[in-house]
């Protein structure tokens, strides 16, 4: 596919970027301040900022281009019913690691045999929020109080474990990001099914995967 990249040179965009030219695709890095010419192009992709994010979106929408969207902390409901009104898809994800969005499957599958359970997340110390996105996201999937630990150490990438406690028994589901090379097969996976989606907003990767 001919895709254009708002964010192409930074820190995920760059990972992504790589592996999406590994799988053949044809990629168009849009610079910030350019005049977003993204015409011609199968889809555009943003990992830049939630400022930046809606405006690129809404140029990329404006010149009939569908949208996949990478970038954290803003709103896409607006922007959902405009791609919706154009018959084109806006596709955004919090979290474009297939691992982690299974590991919060899975957890919400283990949450129904057991009651009890705790999240340990663990990232490098350069995270300053905490707990992490995933975390919260996960605690409020699996439903309860549930209590989250964060680690934050220099060595560490991006890890979490939800143990759960049993009668006579303990089941930990654990993911390790140790790239952000992980990021490009849930885009990767949007590419190859947004065509597929409806017109209009969907969120999160889990919907793609079956
Ligand atoms: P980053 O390293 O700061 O990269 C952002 C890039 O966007 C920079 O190269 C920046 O250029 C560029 N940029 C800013 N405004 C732009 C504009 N208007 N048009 C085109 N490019 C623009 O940040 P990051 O760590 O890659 O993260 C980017 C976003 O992706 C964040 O929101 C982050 O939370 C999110 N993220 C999501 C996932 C996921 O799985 N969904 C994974 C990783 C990151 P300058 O440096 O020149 O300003």
New binding site residues.
Partial sequence: MKVAF??A?????AAVVARLAAAGHEVRG???GDEPDVAGCDAAID????E?AP??VRAALEQGVSCVV????WDPAELGAFASEKGLRLFV?????IGAVLMMRFAREAAEHFPRAEIVELHNEAKKDAPSGTAKATAEAIGGNTVVHSVRLPGLVAHQEVIFGGEGQLLTIRHDTTG?ES?AD?VLLALAKLDELPPGLTVGLDTLLS
């Fill in positions: 708002f964010g040179e930074g820190k995920a965009g849009i610079e910030i990992f830049t900022t939630p930046a405006q690129n990478g970038t954290t902390g994800a919090p979290n474009f690691s952000r990021f849930g």
